[in-house]
Every structure is written in C-alpha cells, then in structure tokens.
C-alpha cells in the first residue's frame, strides 16, 4: 500500500502542468528525434540538457525521460519506412517492418510498434515500480563474466536471424566481428587494422555508418536495379479500420508481448547491455517459438511486436541502476546520470528517501509519457504514410540525402559518408547473393562490449576460461553460459540430422 501511495504522490507531481507540458514537449522532440537517423536517444538527451538546467531537477528528468521514451518509439519510423534504423535498437524492426512497407501494410507495421512499445514500456513500468530495490540488487550481481555469458548468449540467438544457411551466417557474423575490432586497442591502446594508414579508422567503424549502409544505401541500390517498377513497392494505405484491425491482429501475439517485454526490461537493467541485444533476442526466440516462422523476414506483424516491446521496456530497465546503484544502464542513462550529478543528486538506495518527490514524481512521469509517445507516434503515422507514397524518383534522393546526414552525424568526419557508400555497395552484393546482414550490424555492435568484457574475466581469473563456467564462484555466469552451448547446439544438430534424413 506504500508503494501505491507513493505512486499516486508522484502522478500527482507528474500531472502538474508544468511537467505535463515538460513530458509533452519532450515526447514530441523524442519521436522526431528517434525517427531521424544519425541522432537517436544519446545525441538528443545530450543536444537538450543544457535547456534543463533551467527549470527544478524533477521536471528536467520529467523532460529528459520524455525525449528517452519518444526516442524509443520514433526510431522504428524510420526503420519500417526507409529501412534505415536510426539506433542500434531499431536494427531488427528492419526485418519485418520494411517487407511490411513493401507489401502496402506500412500502417500496419508503424502502428504494431507504436502499440507494442507502450505494452513493452508498461510491463517494465511496473516492474520497476514495485521492485526496483530487489532488482537492482540483483542486477549488482553481473561482473564482466555475466556480462560476456549474456552477451555469448546473444550471439546463440543469430541462428535466428541468418536464414538458411548457417555457413553464411557464421561468414557475416565474422567480418561484423572484425569489423568492430578496427581502431585501437581497448588495454594498451595501440591502434590496429588501420587499413593503408587512412586516418579515418582510427575512431572505429561506427555503428550507424555500417548500418545505414547495408540498409538504405544497400536497398536504394537494390531498388533502382527494378527500374521504375519499384515504385509500386512503397505504395502504402492508411485508414482508421486498418489501425483497428492490426491492434485486434496483436491479440493473437500475447504471449510475444509479455515475453519480449520481460525479456527486455531484465537484459536492459543489466550494466551496459542495454536495449540492443535485448530486441535482437526478442525478435531470434519470438522467430523460433512461433507457429508463423517462415513468414519472419518477409514482413510479419510478429517480428515487428517482438523487438518494439523488448526495446521499450529495455530503455525503463536501463533507469533501474542509474537511480539506485548510481550504475547506466545504456549510454543514454549515462548522459542522464551525469545531469544528476549536475543537479546535485546523488543516485543509490537514499534517493528514493531523501528525494522521494524526485524519484516518484520521475516514476509517474514514466506512466504519462508512456500514453503520450503512444498517442504522438500513432497520429504521426498519416504523415509517414503520405511520405511514402512519393514517386520513387523524388523519394530515392531523399533517402540518400538522409543517409548521408545520419552518416555523417555521429562522428562529423566525411570519411564514415564514404565508408557509408561503401558498405552500400556490400548490401547490395550480400541482398543478390543472399547473405543475411543482421548478424554482421549486430556483430559490430556487440563487438566492443564482448572483446572488453572477455578480456577483463580473463585479467581476474589470470587467464583460464574457467570462470565462465564456474557455478561455485559465478553461478548465473555458469548457467547463461551453458544455455549459450545449448543455443549453438541445437541448430547444428537439428542441420546434420535433416541432412541425414535426406539420404534416406
């Protein structure tokens, strides 16, 4: 009854009109910003804060939580439209938002993950509502060696995400993997694969430059190759009855929802897991488990549901230990930690007494700009679909324009436009000779935090593998760990029994 209590204090704190409007300007800024690629979350919390420092710390996260959810919800705009994700997090949204789009069922992708993000972010409102303290205490349980068990059992999911041929996928998953490598050395900072001493490599092949490329240059590409005959593939309807009749279809993918949502929120409270892998995971278990697994990767309103709802709710996940370890979750509650500091706060278990109005008022806001992002990107939706209607002749310059920008955003060094171009060029290739492009983005992008979190196990346990495996010393380490082996197993073995049968 406390925490009811509690919850009540803070909607009423959120619904003041100064917050309302905070949230709702926030929400708005969030969704623009998340559906322009380039920019996402991190840039845009971090692009806004010095507006905070004008209005009480309550509402500066009030509007800072704001522009995190509208992010969360505006990246998969792009994503189903353009097929150029703007966050790492909207990369597996790609997968069945844009066939979708093909199709002329744009609507009804854009809508699925607008509904599937708010049911994702109320699940983990909840959860973090009501447990916050035991979570985080659990959470303050993974070292580098859960951290890499997680992240090794991610990497079981892209059996999921590579379509027929494992060889392939193993071929993508390891240039994604090499690929993260490029720049310097994380321990002795030494830089390597510095190709022909071009000076651009020396920052890393950023993530959005890889992805940009082999999605919307790639598909530009592969696109202008069917002429004029292209444009009918963006045709797109719009109508209240095909909104109503796609929320009636989500009926059918509960079990998804709840799944990807819990998913989600535990994998994003998780220190810097954060939503990426979790929508990955999501989108890999819902293909695996659902009775409609061919038609994943083709343009299903499942594999839209199952990353929406995990990347939502990984972003409340993320909150968690900020507020209550003082730990990010993602980058974007790392800018957002930073500002507490700013503010004079100082996060961990004291800050939900000592600053009760903050932390509850913050907790109700979340509820709020929740409902808010939902209605925001559902009335957006006429807007984009009206975009895509646009003759192929004026609407293909627009989207390398717009990959250009996103390419050139994150590092502000021309030399990721021309590498953008380039990888442009490899997703044309990989989409003629079929080679899946998930497992390469998703390769780079959990590249990094695998290489540091291998190598910091080692450093403690002086060099033995051991200790991810050791359920005396690293219990959840030991479990995840195996479960990854499973995860490996099973699709190889499953592949050299169907080919036996075949002989037969």
Same mark, same amino acid.
């Given at each position: 009854m406390e925490i009811l209590g509690?919850?009540?204090?803070? $909607?009423?704190?959120?619904? #003041?009109?100064?917050?309302? $409007?905070?949230? &709702?300007?926030g929400v708005v800024l969030g969704v623009a910003i998340g559906a322009m690629p380039g920019l996402g979350s991190v840039n845009g919390v971090a692009i806004l804060l010095p507006i905070t420092y004008a209005v009480p710390p309550t509402s500066a996260i009030i509007f800072l939580a704001a522009i995190y959810y509208g992010a969360m919800y505006g990246g998969a705009i792009s994503s189903i439209t353009l097929n150029i994700p703007g966050a790492s997090t909207a990369v597996a949204t790609t997968f069945d938002g844009y066939p979708l789009a093909q199709k002329g069922q744009a609507a009804d992708a854009l809508v699925t993950a607008a509904v599937?993000?708010?049911?994702?972010?109320?699940? =983990?409102?909840? &959860?973090f509502t009501f447990f916050a303290p035991p979570l985080a205490e659990f959470a303050l349980r993974f070292g580098p060696p859960e951290e890499f068990a997680v992240v090794f059992l991610a990497y079981g999911t892209f059996a999921g995400l590579g379509g027929e041929s494992p060889i392939k996928t193993l071929i993508a998953t390891m240039m994604g993997l090499l690929m993260s490598t490029v720049g310097t050395d994380i321990? #002795?900072? =030494?830089? /390597?694969?510095? *190709?022909?001493?071009? @000076?651009?490599?020396?920052?890393?092949?950023?993530?959005?430059?890889?992805?940009?490329?082999?999605?919307?240059?790639?598909?530009?590409?592969?696109?202008?190759?069917?002429?004029?005959?292209?444009?009918?593939?963006?045709?797109?309807?719009?109508?209240?009855?095909?909104?109503?009749?796609?929320?009636?279809? &989500?009926? /059918?993918?509960?079990?998804? $929802? $709840?799944?990807?949502?819990? &998913?989600? +929120?535990?994998?994003?409270?998780?220190?810097?897991?954060?939503?990426?892998?979790?929508?990955?995971? =999501?989108?890999?278990?819902?293909?695996? +488990?659902s009775k409609e697994s061919v038609q994943f990767g083709?343009?299903?309103?499942?594999?839209?549901?199952?990353?929406?709802?995990?990347?939502?709710?990984a972003s409340t996940g993320a909150m968690l230990p900020m507020l209550t370890l003082g730990i990010p979750g993602s980058p974007t509650t790392a800018v957002m930690l930073g500002a507490l500091y700013v503010w004079g706060l100082v996060p961990g278990p004291r800050l939900f007494i000592e600053n009760a109005d903050f932390v509850w008022g913050l907790t109700g806001s979340l509820y709020i700009a929740n409902a808010l992002a939902v209605l925001v990107a559902l009335f957006a939706i006429p807007f984009f679909i009206w975009m895509l209607r646009m003759p192929m002749t004026i609407l293909a310059p627009v989207i390398l324009v717009v990959c250009a920008v996103g390419g050139f955003s994150p590092t502000q060094d021309m030399f990721d436009v021309y590498l953008m171009f380039f990888f442009g060029a490899?997703?044309?290739? *990989?989409?003629?000779?079929?080679?899946?492009?998930?497992?390469?983005?998703?390769?780079?992008?959990?590249?990094?935090?695998?290489?540091? @979190? *291998?190598?910091? #196990?080692?450093?403690?346990?002086?060099? #033995?593998?051991?200790?991810?495996?050791?359920f005396s010393g690293h219990p959840i380490a030991a479990t995840l760990m195996w479960l990854s082996v499973a995860t490996f197993a099973v699709p190889v073995i499953s592949y050299f029994l169907g080919k036996r049968r075949l002989k037969f």
């Open positions: 509690n919850l009540f204090y803070g $909607l009423g704190i959120a619904l #003041s009109p100064e917050n309302l $409007l905070m949230a &709702l300007i599937a993000s708010f049911i994702g972010g109320t699940i =983990s409102i909840v &959860l321990v #002795s900072g =030494s830089p /390597r694969l510095i *190709f022909a001493d071009i @000076t651009g490599f020396y920052h890393g092949i950023n993530f959005l430059v890889l992805a940009i490329g082999l999605y919307g240059v790639g598909e530009i590409f592969y696109t202008l190759e069917g002429g004029m005959q292209a444009r009918e593939r963006y045709q797109a309807k719009m109508g209240i009855r095909e909104i109503a009749a796609t929320i009636r279809d &989500l009926r /059918r993918y509960t079990t998804t $929802l $709840l799944r990807g949502s819990l &998913l989600g +929120f535990f994998v994003g409270m998780l220190p810097a897991a954060g939503a990426t892998p979790a929508s990955f995971m =999501s989108y890999s278990i819902a293909k695996r +488990f083709k343009g299903t309103i499942e594999g839209v549901a199952a990353p929406e709802c995990a990347n939502n709710a490899i997703g044309y290739f *990989f989409r003629k000779l079929d080679y899946p492009l998930a497992p390469m983005v998703l390769a780079l992008v959990l590249g990094g935090l695998t290489e540091r @979190t *291998f190598r910091q #196990s080692l450093i403690i346990s002086h060099g #033995s593998i051991g200790i991810f495996f050791d």
